[in-house]
């Protein structure tokens, strides 16, 4: 008898909405196991690095490059970066572009074997073509906006202390701008070229080419399809997000109101633990609005969090898809058309896990109502007026630390230069040409030459000010508020340190003063020869075991803070303070952190943020608790 070969059943043709609609668990399982594996290669590369680094370094920042660079550990470290980096864009733009491609040609779509196609395709891109365009993806894209980036630099921006100089600076912002323009051209250009070498197996200098040709054929269709399509996937989001932050907390603001102190103040694990539970309707309305309130946070930002993930990953299909018509008609190869998916294994599976992650989340939210400890706790952070008084009065000046301490401000940062004949009077900028109109240096100038400048009023008064001396600006605040002194510019040296200690101790004020310094090495220094010093060290950028650094304080520039840093800073007995945080919402994040200081100009939008933490319902607090989840 003939042997027929066994028939497997053909998939038939649909629309590119059904196949979207079909491929939703692969899509989200693809970008949601991205995300897992990009975490832990993050966190296996840091505890590598801080093997490497040893007791001597213990972790790389801003502040000790220097020292960094000129170990052994430099060359290693920075091989380990650059492998990182190429890890972290094959875990999540190369897997998503393949797994997307596998999709819109009817094949298997399994996250696994993407990854593992995507590790080998890295060698491809070992090259000055290839490496630019990674470049472009790690640092390029998250900067202007253009193109796909990664999660691992998703955020990646300018210090905002480095974007105040640039915007003071017309040659700077020229410079800043045509960069920028530079950035905005190769990723227009070269859109396609990253799908080029993946998908149509090309090289990357040819790949680019391909690209330029695409785009100049396709522009137009290209223009309005993704405007369109951005648009709506847009405007989805800022529903989805309308209606879990702003209309059902509303909603419950309104039920909170109704509430007595009785009901506001009740806890059932306080019940719990004295044995008498209280089933009375009060209490389980109290109950039921917690519930409500950790539902919305809890479940709402799930849901949110998936709808901008399907929304990431439904961009990139949809970019590919006119990736593959493009090229489809350059080739002159028949349209491409869509099969319907199948629905068998994993994929069943990949609902599952979905749907039960849900009920996960949902869950947890009982657990917040249960515990209004979680609701009632209320970090108090100390406020430091930057310059002085921030813009109380003209920067880094007595007058500032008058107003800094009628602002009840736990502290004052101000910087410290010393002259050509050995004084240390208190000035920012290497030169005083802003403040004065002198292009000179302290240490090029005596102190009777520094006295006699008029210096402008930064409030914009149009009066003119003294600069202080040192002894002068510990003097103005009559011992009511901290000093964090940074030992400042070109004369920081141990000199510096050691005068510094010095007149500080004459003056009695060693337990009012932190000695910071932007040089790792001057802080060391001090914390070494003065342990009965407070220091702190200032970067704003780092990695390896920070909490190990010789210093009493972190103070990081805001980009850097997160839950994690604090948490091992406070166990190796640590303070964590960032700098300098002058909008709303940072000092909102801050302000309700667990952070041990904030330093800031904006002392009296501080004070207003302040009352608005204090006058938060329930919700908005759960939220805030929350937000590294809910964002």
């Known amino acids: 008898m003939k042997q027929t070969e066994p028939r497997t059943k053909e998939r038939k043709t649909i ?35 801080s093997a490497i680094l ?71 891109f070992i090259n000055p073509a290839g490496i630019s365009l990674l470049i472009y993806v790690l640092f390029g894209a998250p900067l202007v906006g253009i193109g796909f980036s990664v999660e691992v630099t998703e955020h990646f921006k300018l210090p905002n202390f480095v974007m105040s100089v640039v915007q003071k600076k017309p040659i700077y912002l020229i410079l800043y701008v045509a960069g920028c323009i530079a950035l905005i051209l190769f990723g227009l250009l070269y859109m396609f070229a990253i799908h080029a070498v993946l998908l149509s197996d ?51 603001e309104k039920q909170e109101a109704t509430l007595t102190t009785a009901q506001e103040e009740y806890s059932f694990l306080d019940d719990l633990e004295d044995g008498e539970l209280d089933f009375s309707p009060e209490t389980q309305a109290a109950v039921g609005y917690r519930f409500g309130c950790a539902t919305i946070v809890l479940v709402g930002g799930f849901a949110e969090s998936v709808v901008t993930l399907l929304a990431s990953a439904f961009v990139m299909l949809f ?25 068998k294994g994993f994929y069943v599976v990949k609902v599952v896990c979905i749907v039960g992650l849900f009920a996960v989340v949902f869950l947890g939210s009982l657990g917040i109502a249960l515990d209004y400890t979680f609701v009632t706790e209320d970090p108090e952070v100390p406020l430091i007026a930057h310059r002085g008084g921030g813009d109380l009065a003209s920067e880094n000046s007595a007058e500032g630390v008058k107003e800094a301490v009628i ?46 400048l008029d210096v402008r009023d930064t409030t914009g008064s149009g009066e003119f000010v003294k600069i202080p001396t040192l002894e002068e600006f510990l003097d103005s605040s009559g011992g009511k508020i901290h000093y964090f002194l940074e030992l400042k510019g070109a004369t920081a040296d ?98 309700d952190d667990a952070i041990d200081g904030v330093i800031t100009d904006k002392v009296e939008l501080a004070e207003q943020v302040e009352k608005d933490l204090e006058n938060r319902s329930d919700v908005r607090i759960i939220k805030d608790r929350l937000k590294d989840y809910w964002n």
């Open 15 to 49: 629309g590119f909405p059904r196949l979207v609609a079909e491929s939703i668990p692969e899509l989200l399982a693809a970008r949601m196991l991205s995300g897992v594996f990009a975490t832990l290669l993050l966190f296996g590369a840091e505890k590598l690095i």
């Open 54 to 124: 040893g007791r001597k370094i213990t972790a790389i920042t801003s502040a000790n490059l220097k020292r960094f660079f000129l170990s052994w550990q430099a060359p290693v470290v920075i091989l380990i970066v650059v492998v990182i980096g190429l890890l972290a864009i094959a875990i999540d733009l190369f897997v998503q572009i393949l797994v997307s491609g596998a999709i819109l040609r009817g094949e298997k779509a399994g996250f696994f074997s993407a990854l593992k196609q995507s590790f080998l395709r890295i060698k491809e």
């Open 202 to 252: 090309m090289k990357p200098r040819e790949a680019k080419k391909y690209s330029v040709r695409l785009l100049k054929k396709n522009w137009r269709k290209l223009l309005v399809q993704m405007a369109l399509v951005l648009l709506a996937v847009f405007g989805i989001q800022k529903c989805t997000s309308f209606l879990v932050r702003d209309v059902i907390p509303d909603a419950l």
């Open 319 to 343: 970019f590919t898809k006119l990736y593959l018509q493009f090229d489809c008609a350059e080739r002159e190869d028949p349209p491409i058309t869509w099969r319907q998916r199948e629905k």
């Open 407 to 452: 602002h009840h401000c736990y502290g004052t940062e101000t910087d410290i230069q010393r002259t050509k004949d050995g004084y240390y009077i208190i000035n920012h900028d290497d030169t005083f040409k802003r403040m004065a109109g002198v292009k000179k240096a302290a240490q090029d100038m005596t102190l009777e030459e520094i006295k006699a």
């Open 494 to 591: 141990r000199q510096m340190a050691d005068d510094v200690v010095r007149i500080v101790k004459e003056k009695g004020l060693e337990d009012d003063v932190t000695i910071i310094s932007l040089k790792y090495d001057l802080i060391d220094y001090v914390e070494s020869t003065y342990p009965e010093m407070d220091t702190g060290v200032l970067f704003f950028l780092g990695t390896g075991d920070l909490e190990k650094l010789n210093c009493d304080m972190l103070i990081v520039e805001e980009g850097m803070a997160s839950d994690v840093m604090y948490s091992m800073a406070h166990d190796a007995d640590k303070k964590v303070t960032v700098w300098t945080i002058n909008t709303y919402d940072g000092l909102y994040d801050f302000l």
